[in-house]
């Protein structure tokens, strides 16, 4: 039952929560997905994210999910994405999550928020309401939350807050956060893990600027396997190689709200969960965009198989 | 254990929800307060909505909430409030709170609907997650959500939904509104109750163009009975007196966010309450603001006086 | 040609912009217009701010606009909104206006500005655009820009622009900014003049907090007049008195959109101006707001002549 | 001088707006990027755009920039972007460009605008302001003004005003909405040409969908040339071929904020213009971000070389 710390590395795969074409959860699915994320070579999960359709489950059905990602992840960490309009639900979400063996919680800011001050204050009452022995991960995601964390501003939660462990990076444009924070610790600040999001869409940037790795779900995590582990031995050519052979897809992926659609079917059609069904209300792939799917990975394989 | 239906009437009292000072839930002050908003005229109560801290909640206190509002309520009607970020969430807590015999429910959408068809997509999804026998009151209150319902997006949701009993009305400018959905009853449509929010303030204009109440939480409840007895009555110049006496303290309880301050300073001040607290975060009300207050309330009475 | 500074007090009526039923300019009325306002005891006007349709103008319409009114304004202050989505409008307008004899300039913050160090630089820009030399009025209307400035970050714009002199508070709630500038200067900091805005609805608390007067276009300028000139006589329970019997219609009149059509209908009933029209597009009164409004101004003389 | 028409075709660069150092324009520089533009390919031009940073001139400088580019173009149609908070400047400015010979303007709705009649209605009255014999270009782009248009508003839009003969499409995801348009089409709505936006970044599916060419202004016109010229010759694997080794870039290109700082970088090394400078207030390419451009271009350059 590992717990993440400042010093995570790696790639931590967004995992989607499998439903049945009923809607119901696809129990089954679980072991088989989160099998196909480690076999792939993910260091760790996180599960209940944006995009794993937490705002979508009960909450016994989240904490059932955890219950069941946990159990077959055996030793590996999982962090929980715990989001909520309110304290209380992130508190007794948190609560129940920890008590299971995750590995830490992660938490973006209500869309409510504009000041710096507010952005401070909340993540201070987040850590009131978790307690301060709970591993956090801070999601930074303004296209998504609509919320605007400076670099000034994120230094000043992770000063105050040293349970804040681990930084979901996903600004756009964001390059320059990481480089403010890896000279900010240069100069003495504390170190945070930074993991990046958006979808992969910069990851090959990211390595350079001092990222420790990935945490987003486009589907073929062995892209940001490799790309992490090429960039850490200094290879950044092949790395960047590597990257551009997935590009195009990823691409595709990273389209709004049809994002999901098109992981939850490559993945179907990979064999990590049985069918790409959301629940409702989730936008489905319409027969053009699975022809434009479908021919993207067949020119993606054609190119990996190029650069072996 | 009556329903809401689309001949109700009168007032609904937007219920607080007491805590004591260290943010636990003031159970004991449910019974006072629930007496208290009755003494005062309440046809109804709505728990749970959004000057209710609801989304402070969590999912067993909200329920608890739920079941000592009902059972003090008797067989008088308590409408709870469901509004969640997913439908799963939605379903179950109006599973729960209608078998423990509530009115019905309300559910505003949320703020990421922009389109039309957004919206009356997201009424159908709600409909199919509650049931239809289930009646359910529409939240219009765009201040506060940022969807904009058009009186014709309304009025389709409401052709193709008959278990939507009851609109919230609280846009602002709303008023045309309420005129726009009685026309189109006077040629056909089916009727719809409004009540109207907005902290009352255009309660007298609102009753007139054809409201059927209030449903707010402005801690004089009596404004609102009589505004509506009057104006039923047909004594509009005389709502609008006992209107204008409120006014000033009316206008200065809207302030949006540091209304909830001024609601419960009053509550507590006039024992429906124990005390003012709210559970984190809250704006607390500072020295001048109570200052303020106590005058407003001071110049109230001496108007209310006057009147009689 | 006198210039606002940080002493400047009182009232300052933000003016309409008159047109003709067909859209066009209606020179004729701005004599009018003006005298109107100054013989209800304005000291000073503002022109092209949002109320003033100013984005509707061209720009050589905002500059003859200006022109016509300052020339009939005489010595009396005139400040100019010139918000613009771009530096080098405002700048341009500035000029144009400075010229011509303006008081100073308005400028509100574009829409898109989110976190602290936005705002602040994007006053550092507009200083550096129009000058040191131009008294510059910052418009603090979150309701209307969804810009939120905390009372520090508006401490740090003000002590780094000694240029601009005056605050046109709006905020929603706003009251406790008040206190914090004020409190400040009795600390040491820089002296600045603070007109109220938000349509009046809050005058005799800000003016008790330590407002310098009003700046807002309520077509009974009479009210902000005596309300102002009876609170610095310390006569608060009168201003109040005057204030509470002005406050059902100014409640009225602040509903957004619609507002415009009230003040318009109000003015033109007044004589200030020939008709109410607005420059496309522009919500028009209906019948029914007629007789709401025509009904709040005969209750408001009867109450106006109680208190004589 | 030719007029853009339901039929146009092909690829309309986005224009930058050139500047001096100093912030002044670099007029200099204007007919050294039309011919640049021109020289690889273009059709036509599209200036004051977004990307033309058109709200930081003056009204004076959008009317000097248009009659140099416009005199340079010599037949080649000219797109003017006219998008104001106002329509009388958009009724100004459309008559001052179209004067001098532009082939069309282009107008991106306001970010107030919500439901879909007041989208509709915005549209009616922008036609009713520059007349029904100017061109007009709708800009489709929810990412930057937060107005989304679904297909069937559009539609409606198109339906009622004629005059309306392209959109600048970028909506994200808006795959659909080509497939929506082109299927309208083929059941007897009329024909609009569809120019894509949206950095380039799906040109190969939208050509497939039917789109007629590109509206971008990535700084390799000769990717959106060969890629609309290979699509049209029904050639989709060379088309994606040469639009993958320009992905990387491109991806790196659409970093909002950020991304006019590239574009002016690259295309001042191509020698379009003289200098990357952007007027105030905007974001400079950091010595890092330089570094990772370079690296790009460099590796774009080789996979354009492998391609030959």
Not at 259 to 270: D, E, F, I, S
């Amino acid at each position: 039952m590992s717990l993440i710390t400042t010093d995570s590395k790696g790639v931590f795969v967004i995992a989607v929560t499998p439903f049945n074409d009923d809607g119901s959860l696809d129990r089954a699915s679980v072991d088989k997905m989160v099998d196909f994320y480690f076999d792939k070579g993910a260091d760790g999960l996180t599960i209940l994210g944006m995009m794993g359709e937490a705002p979508k489950l009960t909450q016994a059905e989240s904490i059932e999910v955890t219950r069941l990602t946990l159990k077959r992840s055996a030793d590996k960490p999982v962090v929980v994405g715990v989001s909520a309009p309110g304290l209380a639900a992130i508190g007794e979400l948190t609560k129940a999550v920890m008590d299971l063996g995750a590995a830490g919680v992660m938490v973006a800011p209500p869309s409510s928020l504009r000041t710096d001050d507010q952005i401070i204050a909340y993540y201070r009452n987040v850590i009131d309401t978790v307690g301060t022995d709970v591993p956090v991960v801070l999601q930074d995601f303004p296209l998504s939350t609509s919320v605007q964390i400076t670099s000034k501003t994120l230094l000043s939660i992770l000063d105050a807050h040293p349970s804040i462990v681990m930084v979901k990076h996903e600004d756009w444009p964001g390059l320059q956060k990481i480089t403010d924070l890896r000279e900010a610790e240069a100069k003495g600040r504390r170190r945070v893990s930074i993991l990046c999001g958006n979808a992969g869409i910069f990851l090959p940037e990211e390595m350079q600027r001092g990222a420790d790795g990935a945490m987003t779900g486009f589907p073929y995590p062995e892209m940001m396997v490799d790309v992490c582990r090429l960039s850490n031995a200094g290879r950044y050519d092949d790395a960047q190689d590597i990257f551009d052979a997935y590009l195009p897809l990823m691409r595709y992926e990273q389209q709004p709200g049809l994002g999901l659609a098109v992981r939850k079917y490559v993945l179907a059609k990979r064999g990590a969960i049985a069918t790409p069904a959301q629940r409702r209300p989730g936008a489905a792939l319409g027969a053009i965009a699975v022809r434009e799917v479908e021919k993207l990975i067949e020119r993606q394989e054609r190119k990996l198989e190029a650069l072996k």
